[in-house]
Nanobody, 114 residues
Framework: QVQLVESGGGVVQPGGSLRLSCAAS????????VGWYRQAPGKERELVAA???????NYADSVKGRFAISRDNAKNPVYLQMNSLNLGDTAVYYC????????WGQGTQVTVSS
C-alpha cells in the first residue's frame, strides 16, 4: 500500500519559516517526480514547487526566492523549506509523487497569521 505522509505544517507569523516533509512508503521514492501543491479555501489546487528524479526544480512565480524544494535520494523525505511566509501562503499543502502513477498525501495545514 502506497502512502505519502506530509508533516511540518503549523501556524506561523508573517515573515516566519516552516519546513514541510513528505515521506513515502510502498514505492521507490527516488524514481518519482515529487511536487508540493497547495489549496487555499475557495481556490483551486496549485503547484508550488516540484523536483525531478535528478534534482531539477521548478517553482511557482509567487514563491520563487522564498521556497526551496530538496531531496536526498539516499533518504526518504522530500522537503519544502518555506521562508518569508506571508498571508497568501496560508493553505493546505499536499505532496504528490508522479511516475506513471500519481499518488497524493493527505495534506498539512499551513496558516500564516499575525
Amino acid at each position: 500500500q502506497v502512502q505519502l505522509v506530509e508533516s511540518g505544517g503549523g501556524v506561523v507569523q508573517p515573515g516566519g519559516s516552516l519546513r514541510l516533509s513528505c515521506a513515502a512508503s510502498g514505492i521507490t521514492f527516488s524514481r518519482y517526480e515529487v511536487g508540493w501543491y497547495r489549496q487555499a479555501p475557495g481556490k483551486e489546487r496549485e503547484l508550488v514547487a516540484a523536483i525531478g528524479r535528478a534534482g531539477s526544480t521548478n517553482y511557482a512565480d509567487s514563491v520563487k526566492g522564498r521556497f526551496a524544494i530538496s531531496r536526498d535520494n539516499a533518504k526518504n523525505p522530500v522537503y519544502l523549506q518555506m521562508n518569508s511566509l506571508n498571508l497568501g501562503d496560508t493553505a493546505v499543502y499536499y505532496c504528490n509523487a508522479k511516475f506513471f502513477q500519481n499518488f497524493w498525501g493527505q495534506g498539512t495545514q499551513v496558516t500564516v497569521s499575525s
